[in-house]
């Protein structure tokens, strides 16, 4: 607690360490063998501290990090394994065509078992998310409004079990900040009401 470098953090439990967030699939740290080192390097010193390290991003992209059609995963995807501890990824049917969401669950279960099939880390869906209207990150998207994004989150708790089978674990995106992904109205009040997602 006395340490300048390390007594204003140590209170707190660090989980694991990123790095980064959607680095691939933005393009970030020079691409494929600088990222890899990088990544190595971050790593190590992470696992210096004891603190587990990997990456967040959405795994499925294909020929980025999952093979072509989605099948095992590229050269770079194989790298990005062997120097992560655990598997942080972003399950987002948003983005996936004018999917409607009340055909996301198909989506969502089949990249859960993928990722328990392909990547085989331990796994938490760190980023996934429904519009309760009309976002600019995808502003032509159909689909959106207080009821399907109400229906999207309760059928995660829904489903707990089969995210308890799979040992996987997620977190709502976003709690305040990313407009209408949000959970919380710009006057403070919630989106759902009383939402209280049951402990599986």
Not at 46 to 75: F, K, Q
Not at 145 to 164: L, P
């Amino acid at each position: 607690m006395d340490s300048a470098e390390y007594g204003p953090i140590a209170p707190y439990v660090v989980h694991s360490a990123d790095f980064g967030s959607e680095r691939i699939g933005d393009g970030m740290d020079g691409g494929g063998d600088q990222f890899i080192t990088d990544l190595d390097l971050f790593w190590a010193r992470m696992n210096s501290y004891g603190v587990p390290a990997g990456i967040s991003e959405d795994w499925d992209r294909p020929d980025w990090i999952s093979g072509e059609n989605g099948v095992g995963l590229t050269d770079l995807g194989a790298e990005v394994k062997a120097n992560s501890e655990y598997c942080h990824a972003h399950v987002m049917p948003f983005y996936h065509g004018d999917m409607l969401v009340n055909e996301t669950w198909s989506y969502i279960q089949e990249q859960i078992v993928w990722l328990n099939e392909t990547v085989n880390l331990s796994t938490m869906i760190t980023e996934t998310q429904w519009a309760w209207a009309p976002n600019s990150h995808y502003p032509d998207k159909s689909d959106v409004g207080v009821s399907q994004y109400t229906e999207y989150w309760k059928k995660y708790d829904d489903e707990c079990e089969f995210m308890k089978e799979f040992n996987m674990g997620w977190f709502l995106h976003a709690w305040y900040g990313e407009g209408t992904f949000d959970i919380v109205y710009d006057n403070g009040s919630y989106v759902i009401p009383h939402l209280r997602p049951r402990k599986c």
